[in-house]
């Protein structure tokens, strides 16, 4: 399947990628960032919000660093997997991304930045012409959600990353950068509803390095994803757990692929007080998945039960 | 058919010299920059070796070698590898004579319609390339990104398995299909093993 | 190595560079067709030659016809495809691969609608885009076309009406990829959008605008395709039944998902012939529909068979799509080249059909299975397809392997505005058979009996006839289940395990070949043919017109041609590529090659190795009886001393005459009942099969986990056991796939929400449980040197043996597949709810406790196991047919029989009101009944 028409800019250097973004939108041209692919290339293929110019962070050096405090944006998630620096659970999580294949081109980046995902939307352009498009992907239609619809303002596509809510609980801190310059926050604070709004990088941004605080080797915990096969599958629903070592006070749960961002449930955990049924059940108040995946919505966020309990074993 | 911001597929963005080593020969072709790489190694580079399936990285059978990691074409831009080695599964192969990994998916049935084969060949030798002793277990992640409809992957574990027996110098690499007959009585009638009564 | 001479390039065996390549150097190649380096030829191979004619290959089953031609060369030795080293070099060319020069790529327009009337196309816009070489609609291709010659209902492009999302309309040429995609989207189309049809249930409503219209045959005004009734036997066995088990299932519809996209390359030679490149698993009815649509006399086409990468039943109808490349070709004369993407290939479909299956069985007092009532309504999408084949299968393919006292169906399939379904794999016997081997896992379980018992006192005979009236030959249902039995330690595991561990068993039966051709007329063609052509250079070529797709149908030929001139495999080529060079065969469907190609290839061997031997009887001076081949020699029998090389009598052979030539055929023999619908499911032979499966299911999420199975296959003889391993592992893969995850998935706006290979779920490689493949060879007497199918049959019993496995694990029977973790916890769920459990580890486990009729059952099955003994090697010859168990004599016409057995096709005014789902269509008329009524 062709890509469709777009300029590819290769640049080496942060700088030159921060440069050429600015150049772009001084010029009002659209342009993706592409690190990967393996998320934008078959959205492309679909033509799916494919823009006119895309800048590659692939010539960049240094941009894959991999221990344990510190993770570069083009970071393969195979790499990761199976580095004995980076933190068990890190390695453990992008270990479950899709397959070993796509591992090899996907990066950590991508998989925080990974566009929202919904059956109506991720399709070719023929087949969602047939649909008459939807809100997502309208191509100046104003359609409406199929999802939901008759309601022309929310996204619910799902966020389907395995490794946003593995991070959320080690207490990941992300680094953006563009050319208005780097600013950094905590990963739960990077993630925006709706699907399409996604995330707080403005134009131009993009996801530079994830970064964890030195104490963070005491961490241990958990990744459970529901999926139907062991390879290609998106999560139908993941929850990740870690606690200091020894110290169950310190818990954090985060969720994903159940709504349009991933989530890190520090409210419900306080609440249950160290009773995991309880979490499980508080957490399962709180999110509603809907019916754009493989799995229904019922059984998915019925299975947080499960997952909860499960990640937060020892 | 299409909505009011129909991305047009013509004109297509400017073309430039695109070039790699490709199964150790350097390949120069014309290519616009938006380019997959499965794309210029079927279209361009004349590597029909390279399948596509899916196009969008589940099936795995675009897999090639760049700088030994495999790597799914479909999803990896031409552009991004410019100047890199890149190993379709025609460069598996010395000449006529089989790679042992080539040999063993013939023997042991890894191969049946063939679409996906070069995939797993690839997958599979970068594999052999770092670890001439994988367990089943590996060898299942390693080829868990490549999908085959026919054999249920369990003859393709075998073949993987013999070909690793091979690296490891355990056993030999079966006669070239090429030599049909080794002759079992190459003394002929003084051969002790001839069986009484055999043809003079 | 020894001997041989050396040919350039070469290598040495011994010295491997470190990545495994040889080191460069001379490779040793064998003297073409000579008797070796040296006058000496290999050891006859005894242990692959049959007891019978002398050597060490058992026969359990005894002697076979095709005894006397074999010679231990190839025939059931592990052989690997003849084509593996084109698949494994990358130089295999499957159909995107045929790149000619100057080709231009073709695109298809496709509908967005389920259902339209096209009112108006305008290519006013594509056509006026630089690079657009032409764009053809419907109207240039007017003439309909289909599989069947019953059915003929499809169109190159739509004519009038759009049937589904994805549906033709017009298609267009152009320089590139780009352009064409470019042009395709340009293309405008007036449409006015008619009421679509998804329910499966509302085809069998009367509507005002049937998707097709059949003229007087059509059934009211409903979107009915084809209804089947069928009854026979005694009816009145059911009443009072010991066990009775009722299930209504929901089958999904499944997908091939083979790894090559349909592609085809049409180039319209300067001779004015076009030469058609498709990976076609049937290329003479793609040939024959060629020449309708194009309106050109079928020589004027050659039809050029690719590699194909992958068939399973999907590249078997001829396809629109072959036409517009065609068409376009014909229009621009210059070759075209269409690929699809993924999603055109869900769009084309032709997958196993969403079903609603209902069967009823009873079995009586004395554990026999006294009725199978079985109505069965299929959804065929948008066209015929195969779907008038599927409507008799997925009925009449239930009727073996067990004796019955009655059999009852209803079949019916309709049309909705989907994509068509058609064969696959299995055709038309999967879904029924899963519903079947549940409902005996359920009536053994009420009857407390084993259910592998419960079949084997139940099993038809070898050399027997269904009640439907197949004739079975060999049968080797009861060692498989023997075998299955044995291998997975089912009597310490069955009803046994803990919970959420399982264990479970289902059996197969289909077809060896279709009984009757589809296109046949007059019907005595033969099905295959084989022509073999030998000159003086001693390489053997035979023209085949078996469609290769990966099955290893040329390895198989190759193999037999091999076996009986006592060559190499290596000097037999077979040539199947093009219809211009093969004579015709029917193409790769119904489990047809292996047994019918073979079967061919063997009649032409024979004759050129007659034809070898007259020849050595002139110079060695020996009758052809005392002469005995042997690797590429000839040598008298009682004093090996006097011998010929292959070779030599080969070149006596052509003296006046120039290369050897012969041609064999072969026709299945005429058989079978006379009433309507009595050809659909007869077959020269069948095959059997029985599967053991074990499960784990994860209580908490419902998620199965197949574990391990033990795959025993009636193949009758195994040519290649390396290929039929292949065959019945894949075809595990293929039916796990259906039974826990693969669904076409039909949105509630109808549309097909996964049409790419992510969420059209094939089972990984994670997912695959350990197989252990199990061969039982019943030696066919009319299977090429015994053999009979392997390559559909063993998918068929995977499905209910997993079905059954999540029961004994988990208590809980899910008559809807596949069953997705979602609906196994809903079930599970249920069941807690029900019986107020609070843990899902607390749930409750069948045991199985005996009934005194278990001993009654195993005693008679040990019986019937003398008997089938007995028949199997012929030493009992009376005549058995269904119902002999129910005190039916044979040997009495059924007309004269006690008033219960009998037979009908059309239901009778009282069974109106009993009918099924799909039986309640008899209530409707045909348009030509119903012409009196106005």
């Given at each position: 399947m062709l890509m469709p028409p777009f300029e590819l800019y290769l640049p080496v250097s942060i700088t030159a990628a921060c440069e050429k973004a600015a150049e772009l939108l001084a010029g009002g041209f659209e342009f993706d960032w592409i690190a990967g692919g393996t998320d934008l290339i078959p959205n492309y293929k679909w033509h799916i919000n494919s823009?006119?110019?895309?800048?590659?962070?692939?010539?960049?050096?240094?941009?894959?660093?991999?221990?344990?405090?510190?993770?570069?944006?083009?970071?393969?998630?195979?790499?990761i997997s199976e580095s004995t620096e980076a933190h068990p659970l890190v390695a453990s999580a992008a270990g479950k991304v899709a397959s070993s294949l796509i591992r090899r081109n996907a990066t950590i980046g991508g998989n925080l930045c990974l566009d929202t995902r919904c059956f109506w939307f991720n399709q070719s352009e023929e087949w969602r012409s047939s649909i008459d498009w939807c809100h997502k992907c309208d191509c100046g239609t104003g359609a409406d959600c199929r999802v939901i619809p008759n309601q022309n303002d929310l996204c619910v596509a799902t966020y389907q990353g395995d490794l946003a809510p593995a991070l959320m609980v080690l207490d990941a801190t992300v680094h953006l950068i563009g050319p208005n310059g780097p600013r950094k926050m905590p990963l739960v604070d990077f993630y925006r509803l709706d699907g399409m709004t996604k995330n707080v990088l403005e134009k131009g941004e993009f996801l530079l390095k994830v970064t964890f605080s030195a104490d963070v080797?005491?961490?241990?915990?958990?990744?459970?994803?529901?999926?139907?096969?062991?390879?290609?599958?998106?999560?139908?629903?993941?929850?990740?757990?870690?606690?200091?070592?020894?110290?169950?006070?310190?818990?954090?749960?985060?969720?994903?692929?159940?709504?349009?961002?991933?989530?890190?449930?520090?409210?419900?955990?306080?609440?249950?007080?160290?009773?995991?049924?309880?979490?499980?059940?508080?957490?399962?108040?709180?999110?509603?998945?809907?019916?754009?995946?493989?799995?229904?919505?019922?059984?998915?966020?019925?299975?947080?039960?499960?997952?909860?309990?499960?990640?937060?074993?020892? | 058919m299409v909505g009011e911001q129909h991305i047009a597929m013509v004109p297509t963005g400017p073309s430039s010299i695109w070039k790699a080593s490709v199964n150790g020969q350097l390949k120069e072709v014309l290519a616009p920059s938006n380019s997959i790489l499965l794309d210029v190694l079927r279209d361009k580079v004349g590597t029909l070796g390279v399948k596509r399936g899916c196009d969008m990285g589940t099936c795995g059978c675009c897999t090639v070698m760049i700088d030994g990691i495999p790597r799914l074409s479909c999803l990896t831009l031409a552009a991004e590898v410019a100047g890199k080695d890149i190993t379709t599964v025609e460069g598996l192969a010395d000449g006529a004579h089989l790679a042992p990994i080539q040999q063993c998916f013939g023997d042991h049935g890894g191969s049946q319609c063939g679409f996906c084969t070069p995939g797993f060949l690839i997958t599979a030798q970068a594999l052999l390339n770092n670890n001439p002793n994988p367990t089943n277990e590996q060898v299942e992640c390693a080829i868990e990104g490549n999908l085959c409809r026919c054999t249920g992957y369990q003859q393709i574990v075998e073949s993987i398995q013999a070909a690793a027996a091979i690296h490891r110098g355990e056993s030999e690499l079966k006669q070239p299909a090429s030599d049909p007959h080794p002759d079992p009585h190459p003394l002929g009638p003084d051969d002790p093993t001839m069986p009484p009564g055999h043809a003079r | 190595m020894t001997g041989g001479y050396k040919q350039q390039p070469g290598g040495s065996k011994k010295e491997l560079r470190k990545d495994g390549k040889r080191v460069a150097g001379k490779q040793r190649f064998a003297p073409p067709g000579s008797g070796g380096s040296k006058p000496v030829m290999s050891k006859r191979d005894v242990d692959f030659i049959p007891e019978t004619i002398g050597g060490k290959e058992s026969q359990p089953a005894g002697a076979h016809i095709h005894d006397r031609a074999r010679t231990g060369t190839a025939v059931g030795k592990r052989t690997p495809l003849v084509d593996a080293n084109a698949k494994v070099t990358g130089q295999a060319w499957y159909g995107d691969d045929v790149r000619l020069q100057g080709e231009i790529i073709g695109r298809i327009v496709r509908s967005p609608h389920h259902y339209a009337k096209v009112k108006s196309i305008d290519t006013s816009k594509a056509e006026a885009l630089p690079g657009v070489l032409a764009v053809a609609t419907g109207e240039d291709a007017p003439n309909p076309f289909g599989v069947l010659p019953v059915t003929k209902d499809e169109h190159a492009m739509a004519v009038e009406k759009v049937r589904h999302v994805g549906d033709l309309v017009a298609c267009v040429a152009a320089v590139d990829e780009a352009t064409a995609r470019e042009a395709a989207a340009l293309i405008e189309v007036d449409y006015e959008v008619l009421d679509s049809i998804h329910d499966i249930k509302k085809g069998l409503e009367d509507v005002d605008e049937p998707i097709h219209w059949r003229g007087k045959y059509h059934v009211g005004t409903t979107n009915l395709q084809k209804r089947v009734f069928q009854e026979f036997g005694d009816r009145s066995l059911v009443n009072n039944p010991r066990a009775m088990h009722n299930g209504k299932w929901k089958f999904k519809g499944v997908n091939h998902g083979f790894t090559e996209p349909h592609a085809v390359v049409a180039h319209w030679d300067p001779n004015g012939r076009l030469q058609l490149y498709t990976p076609q698993q049937v290329p003479h009815y793609a040939h024959r529909a060629l020449a309708t649509v194009l309106e050109?006399?079928?020589?004027?086409?050659?039809?050029?068979?690719?590699?194909?990468?992958?068939?399973?039943?999907?590249?078997?109808?001829?396809?629109?799509?072959?036409?517009?490349?065609?068409?376009?070709?014909r229009k621009t004369g210059r070759p075209v080249r269409i690929t699809f993407d993924r999603e055109e290939v869900f769009w084309v479909n032709r997958g196993r059909h969403p079903s609603l299956i209902e069967v009823e069985m009873y079995a009586d007092d004395d554990g026999r299975i006294s009725g199978f009532d079985i109505d069965a309504l299929i959804d065929g999408g948008g066209f015929a397809s195969f779907g008038h084949v599927t409507s008799y299968y997925n009925g009449v393919l239930a009727t073996a392997p067990y004796e019955l006292g009655s059999f009852h169906y209803t079949g019916a399939r309709v049309w909705t505005n989907k994509p068509a379904s058609g064969a696959m794999r299995g055709h038309g016997a999967v879904n029924t058979r899963c519903a079947v081997e549940v409902g005996l896992d359920d009536m053994a379980e009420q009857m407390q009996v084993d259910p592998i018992d419960l079949r084997l006192a139940n099993l038809l005979p070898p050399h027997s006839r269904t009640i439907s009236g197949f004739r079975i030959t060999s049968n080797?249902?009861?060692?498989?289940?023997?075998?299955?039995?044995?291998?997975?330690?089912?009597?310490?595991?069955?009803?046994?395990?803990?919970?959420g561990k399982g264990i479970g068993v289902g059996c197969g039966f289909f077809i060896s070949g279709s009984g009757l051709p589809i296109h046949w007329d007059p019907n005595k063609f033969p099905h295959a043919t084989v022509h073999i052509q030998v000159d003086m250079d001693g390489g053997v070529t035979v023209h085949s017109g078996a469609a290769e797709i990966g099955q290893g149908s040329t390895t198989a030929i190759a193999q037999v041609v091999a076996e009986v001139l006592a060559l190499p495999i290596e000097m037999i080529h077979v040539r199947s590529h093009e219809s211009d060079t093969s004579p015709v065969d029917l193409g790769s469907y119904s489990s047809r090659v292996t047994f019918m190609n073979a079967n061919a290839a063997i009649r032409a061997a024979l004759e050129i190795k007659d034809k070898l031997l007259e020849a050595a009887w002139e110079v060695l001076g020996y009758h052809p009886n005392a002469l005995v081949l042997n690797d590429r020699r000839i040598y008298y029998k009682h004093d090996p001393s006097i011998s010929m090389s292959y070779l030599e009598a080969l070149h006596k052979a052509q003296e006046d005459k120039g290369s050897l030539i012969a041609s064999g055929a072969y026709r299945s023999p005429p058989m079978g009942g006379v009433h309507k619908g009595a050809a659909a499911g007869l077959a020269p032979a069948y095959s059997f099969s029985a599967y053991v499966a074990e499960v784990d299911v994860d209580v908490e999420t419902g998620l199965i986990k197949c574990t391990n199975v033990w795959a025993a296959h009636d193949c009758g003889k195994a040519l290649n056991p390396l290929a039929v391993e292949g065959q019945i592992i894949g075809s595990c893969h293929m039916g796990l796939g259906q039974v826990l995850s693969e669904q076409m998935v039909y949105g509630r706006t109808g549309h097909l929400q996964n049409p790419n290979l992510l969420d059209y779920k094939i089972p990984s490689i994670h997912e695959m449980p350990h197989v252990t493949p199990i061969i039982i060879e019943s030696c066919d007497p009319e299977g090429p040197f015994g053999a009979k199918e392997a390559g559909e049959g063993p998918l068929l019993p995977i499905l209910p043996a997993v079905v059954n496995a999540v029961y004994d694990a988990i208590g809980i029977r899910i008559n809807d597949l596949p069953l997705t973790p979602d609906k196994v916890w809903a079930a599970i769920a249920k069941k807690m709810k029900l019986e107020g459990i609070e843990d899902a580890t607390g749930l409750p486990t069948p045991r199985l406790d005996f009934s005194a009729l278990q001993a009654k059952l195993v005693t008679r099955s040990e019986q019937h196991e003398l008997r089938d003994n007995r028949r199997q090697r012929s030493e009992d010859t009376d005549a058995y047919v269904n119902g002999v168990l129910f005190g039916f004599d044979p040997n009495i016409p059924l007309e004269d029989q006690v008033d219960g057995w009998k037979m009908s096709t059309k239901p009778t005014p009282e069974q109106l009101a009993e009918l099924g789902l799909a039986g309640s269509i008899w209530l409707k008329k045909e348009q030509r009944e119903m012409e009196g009524d106005n």
């Open positions: 823009k006119p110019h895309v800048i590659s962070l692939a010539n960049i050096d240094g941009l894959d660093s991999i221990s344990m405090t510190e993770v570069g944006c083009m970071a393969r998630l195979h790499d080797s005491q961490m241990v915990g958990s990744y459970q994803k529901l999926r139907v096969r062991e390879s290609w599958d998106f999560p139908e629903a993941g929850v990740a757990a870690a606690w200091v070592k020894g110290d169950r006070e310190t818990l954090k749960v985060a969720t994903t692929a159940l709504e349009s961002i991933p989530r890190r449930h520090d409210e419900q955990v306080e609440q249950a007080e160290g009773d995991i049924k309880q979490l499980a059940q508080l957490i399962f108040k709180a999110v509603k998945p809907v019916n754009n995946t493989s799995l229904p919505p019922r059984y998915r966020r019925n299975m947080i039960k499960v997952l909860v309990k499960r990640a937060c074993s020892e | - | 050109i006399p079928m020589h004027q086409i050659n039809v050029i068979r690719t590699f194909v990468g992958g068939g399973f039943g999907g590249k078997s109808d001829p396809f629109p799509h072959e036409m517009c490349a065609a068409i376009l070709s080797g249902m009861r060692q498989a289940l023997h075998r299955v039995r044995e291998g997975s330690d089912w009597d310490n595991k069955f009803r046994k395990l803990p919970l």
